[in-house]
């Protein structure tokens, strides 16, 4: 929903100088629009220091001197031959009617509106839809901007693939020289997937909003599975290299592992609970953080137990087999 206190129907008075009356009367247009704006509105005038502090010194006039019309004609201008004259003879005023405050935006005539996503939407969707709305009704000529938080968030917002695809490749990088193979870091990047469904599975069961909080619980969730693959992986290559088959490995390495990995995963969760069941104040952030890598924690590690030892069975085999065939070229090269 959107709501704005722009009210075009605002009764006022358009004000206008007769430059031609002015000049008979050698009285300078500047100067009468000086006077109205100075009572009406105020003008500074100087500084004064007092009590060892500065002040400045603003000219206006009582507001029961300026309540009607008839302000206008104790108000005065000094012509060049030193007359004093009532600025309302230079004046022309017309009942218009228009808004009561012009505000401006980036040096632009602009209307402030504020809108907020409706349940069960988030703020992207929100972002989404006014994005849409405003390509068909706004007439040419017009735009729209942001403000605030979702300035930043729809600034951003086309950089969140870029950084979780900067995050996969990260990874990718280390596991590589870790394993020193480069399908080996598979095994654990498909563990990833898994994680970021359930963090978003449990994130739609809560009611939170894929928001900067959870995205950045994601990034950290995608290192906590990271890690936990990683510690299965490398003890089933360890068993490989001692001559076990890939098979047995594999599983040794899912029984081994499966305590160690669990402790890690309990005391993870246990930990981020208050998170998931904050109140209050920034309760919003702490628990869209919190549900987020809870949720992913809970279905990655299950999922992770399961197909991380099925995906080193494969991708070991293939390695493997790879390797076999390009000593096997070599040797015939030779």
């Known amino acids: 929903y959107a709501m704005t206190s722009f009210d075009p129907r605002y009764p006022q008075y358009k004000v206008t100088v007769d430059a031609a009356k002015c000049l008979r009367m050698n009285v300078s247009p500047t100067d009468v629009l000086s006077v109205v704006s100075g009572y009406i509105g105020s003008s500074y005038s100087s500084n ?21 019309l008839s302000s206008f004609s104790n108000m005065f201008v000094k012509s060049s031959n030193g007359d004093m004259l009532p600025v309302r003879q230079f004046l022309i005023l017309d009942k218009v009617y228009g808004p009561e405050e012009l505000k401006r935006f980036n040096l632009f005539n602009s209307i402030a509106v504020n809108a907020a996503p409706a349940p069960g939407y988030s703020s992207g969707e929100a972002i989404a839809a006014v994005e849409a709305t405003a390509k068909e009704v706004l007439p040419m000529g017009f735009g729209y901007e942001y403000d605030g938080m979702t300035r930043e968030e729809a600034s951003t917002g086309s950089s969140t693939i870029v950084v979780y695809t900067m995050c996969l490749i990260f990874v990718f990088l280390i596991l590589s020289s870790l394993y020193e193979s480069v399908l080996i870091p598979f095994a654990v990047l498909l563990s990833v997937p898994s994680a970021i469904t359930g963090a978003f599975i449990f994130a739609n069961l809560m009611g939170i909003e894929n928001n900067i909080y959870m995205q ?44 160690p990995i669990l402790m890690t995963s309990i005391c993870m969760i246990v930990g981020l609970m ?61």
């Open 274 to 334: 208050p998170l998931v069941l904050a109140h209050g104040v920034g309760a919003n952030g702490n628990r869209s953080l919190g549900v987020g890598v809870v949720g992913g924690m809970l279905v990655g590690i299950i999922c992770l137990l399961i197909t991380t030892p099925v995906f080193f069975i494969v991708i070991q085999y293939i390695q493997e087999k790879l390797i076999a065939k390009f000593k096997l070229g070599s040797y015939r090269n030779q």
């Open 216 to 259: 950045t619980g994601i990034i950290m969730l995608m290192g906590l599975i990271a890690k936990t693959a990683i510690l299965l992986t490398e003890f089933a290559s360890e068993k490989r290299r001692e001559g076990m088959s890939i098979a047995q490995a594999s599983l040794t390495a899912a029984k081994e592992r499966f305590r």
């Open 48 to 68: 004064i220091n007092l009590y060892s502090k500065l002040y400045k010194v603003m000219v206006q006039a009582s507001p029961e001197f300026t309540k009607d």
